[in-house]
């Protein structure tokens, strides 16, 4: 806990000490300026959200995810928005994943089971456990 104290007052003592005006962007940028990079106004910044879904993607859950991802509903440049799976194999339909996935939405891959792998081994079959589902 002291350790993450020590680097929580070493970094306010850093942005403390940040000069603005020799700190420039590529190189530098100071942690307390608060303008946005490029001068670029506060409307013109383009917002993210990021969705994400773990575990599986099947029937049970596709008509909700349909209708989360209204095809009504579009971005500002007229593309309808996505989201991204992370599916373990366990319950997970694949034909509903080739649905998603044809519809633009990223599929990655959380582990077969949805556990942790140990060490390297666990992970390498873990990884070609989700290669072989994919490719099927």
């Known amino acids: 806990m002291s350790f993450f104290i020590l680097i929580a007052i070493f970094g306010i003592a850093i942005a ?3 000069n603005v005006d020799t700190c420039k962007l590529p190189d530098c940028r100071c942690y307390a ?19 994400t879904m773990d575990y ?11 209708e989360l991802f209204n095809p009504g509903i579009k971005n500002p440049n007229g593309c309808k928005p996505t989201g991204t ?20 939405f990223e599929i990655g891959v ?3 089971s949805g ?13 070609k456990g989700q290669k072989n589902n994919k490719t099927q």
Do not use: H
Request: glycine share 6%; net charge negative; hydrophobic share 35%.
């Open 16 to 18: 403390q000490e940040c």
């Open 33 to 51: 300026d608060i303008n946005p990079p490029g001068n670029v106004a506060l409307e013109d910044i383009p917002q993210m959200v990021v969705i």
């Open 56 to 66: 599986s993607l099947n029937e049970e859950y596709k008509d909700y995810y349909e």
């Open 85 to 104: 799976f992370f599916i373990q194999d366990e319950g997970t339909s694949y034909d509903v994943v080739k649905i998603f996935f044809d519809e633009g």
């Open 110 to 112: 959380n582990s077969v």
């Open 115 to 127: 556990q942790i792998p140990s060490d390297a081994t666990g992970w390498e079959l873990d990884i």
